[in-house]
T-cell receptor, first 111, second 113 residues
Framework: DQQVKQNSPSLSVQEGRISILNCDYTNSMFDYFLWYKKYPAEGPTFLISISSIKDKNEDGRFTVFLNKSAKHLSLHIVPSQPGDSAVYFCAPWGSQGNLIFGKGTKLSVKP | EAQVTQNPRYLITVTGKKLTVTCSQNMNHEYMSWYRQDPGLGLRQIYYSMNVEVTDKGDVPEGYKVSRKEKRNFPLILESPSPNQTSLYFC????????????FGDGTRLSIL
């Protein structure tokens, strides 16, 4: 059973608008979450993280929100740029020292 | 430049022919791991290592071996590759085993015929 779900395989957004990528998880023991961005033919690149003691973390155009009671995270990108077009993965740290990846959401930002 | 380097980037080989994918990091990280990425399945962990001479199985270890004789290197060994090991492989490293970003290599695409 999937512990991390990114239910939107793809998302298309106009340049300058907000992109919202969602992630749901099942294990209430997860306490640290990361978002990665992946371009074709490259490895995942760390984007932003959040600890369960917070409900929001911001880094420039990127903000991650955590709703522990709903077991839900979202990544907001404002304003979206064409260079943001990539696959985005949500990944909490598991109890066995592994990152548990969602299946990813492919974001397309159109000029 | 801080990086994780994997070699080869691409390999086509045949069933049963032993192969090794090398991984090296220059950040003095203690924790290293291997993942495979398959369509529709995301990234899944194969093996990880907390430090030199300390390795453990991840979610999908069958058919793979690893070793950690030096801190910077963490090779992935396929003793007898089979077609179901055709995949995109990523090596990653971090300072520790939790609550830190992992840094990934650019991947190795293996095709086992």
């Amino acid at each position: 059973d999937q512990q991390v779900k990114q239910n939107s395989p793809s998302l298309s957004v106009q340049e300058g608008r907000i992109s919202i990528l969602n992630c749901d998880y099942t294990n209430s023991m997860f306490d640290y979450f990361l978002w990665y961005k992946k371009y074709p033919a490259e490895g995942p690149t760390f984007l932003i993280s959040i600890s369960s003691i917070k409900d929001k973390n911001e880094d420039g155009r990127f903000t991650v929100f955590l709703n522990k009671s709903a077991k839900h995270l979202s990544l907001h990108i404002v304003p979206s740029q064409p260079g943001d077009s990539a696959v985005y993965f949500c990944a909490p740290w598991g109890s066995q020292g592994n990152l548990i990846f969602g299946k990813g959401t492919k974001l397309s930002v159109k000029p | 430049e801080a990086q994780v380097t994997q070699n080869p980037r691409y390999l086509i080989t045949v069933t049963g022919k032993k192969l090794t994918v090398t991984c090296s990091q220059n950040m003095n990280h203690e924790y290293m791991s291997w993942y495979r990425q398959d369509p529709g399945l995301g990234l899944r962990q194969i093996y990880y290592s907390m430090n030199v001479e300390v390795t453990d199985k991840g979610d999908v270890p069958e058919g793979y071996k690893v070793s950690r004789k030096e801190k910077r290197n963490f090779p992935l060994i396929l003793e007898s590759p089979s077609p179901n090991q055709t995949s995109l492989y990523f090596c990653a490293s971090s300072r520790g085993p939790s609550n830190q970003p992992q840094h990934f290599g650019d991947g190795t695409r293996l095709s086992i015929l």
